[in-house]
T-cell receptor, first 112, second 110 residues
């Protein structure tokens, strides 16, 4: 069966520090991969999605970036965090065109 | 206009009640639709996909109305454990993008 791993679960970082969140999927090949952010009390904001290695689509221009160095690995990065980057970051994958998203456990990021 | 819109609620209903949520989407080209459940401080979990002909899973029924561009979720015989936020989602942009509504909060009260 397919599983998705996301880490770390929680993170506290100072403003201006770098960020790297990693997500890996097991049990499937060539998944579509997604990064979402959920601010406190808000909905899910699509940040990036990827349909293949090295293919990244950005939904929101900001100081975040994403990379997909391997088929089942998706990384979210920032060179310098802002206070507004605080939130619940969720990685997700889906298979065939009409299949639903499956989420990782999420990373709760607090920028101080 | 937001791509997917939901009434944020909260919906406070007694145990055993039937409750319905609607979700509207703006892109008529959206192809796939889903309902998710999200508990406090947890990741969303798939509740059910929504099929064109409507579908049922136990106490839950999902409907799609393409003409009016909305999907609905009906929960019958509400349980205390149904208390959560319910998110609807739609695919668009060549079915690769998946956009969520802001969620509807349900509180089932004894």
């Amino acid at each position: 069966s397919q599983t998705i791993h996301q880490w770390p679960a929680t993170l506290v970082q100072p403003v201006g520090s770098p960020l790297s969140l990693e997500c890996t999927v097991e049990g499937t090949s060539n998944p579509n991969l997604y990064w979402y952010r959920q601010a406190a009390g808000r909905g899910l904001q699509l940040l990036f999605y990827s349909v293949g290695i090295g293919q990244i689509s950005s939904e929101v221009p900001q100081n975040l970036s994403a990379s997909r160095p391997q088929d089942r690995q998706f990384i979210l990065s920032s060179k310098k965090l802002l206070l507004s980057d605080s939130g619940f970051y969720l990685c997700a994958w889906r298979g065939t065109d009409n299949s639903p998203l499956h989420f990782g456990n999420g990373t709760r990021l607090t920028v101080t | 206009r937001k791509e997917v819109e939901q009434d944020p609620g909260p919906f406070n209903v007694p145990e055993g009640a039937t409750v319905a949520f609607n979700c509207t989407y703006s892109n008529s080209a959206s192809q796939s639709f889903f309902w998710y459940r999200q508990d406090c401080r947890k990741e969303p979990k798939l509740l059910m996909s929504v099929y064109s002909s409507g579908n049922e899973d136990g106490r839950f029924t999902a409907q799609l109305n393409r003409a009016s561009q909305y999907i609905s979720l009906l929960i019958r015989d509400s349980k205390l454990s149904d208390s959560a936020t319910y998110l609807c989602a739609a695919t668009w942009g060549g079915y690769q993008k998946v956009t969520f509504g802001t969620g509807t909060k349900l509180q089932v009260i004894p």
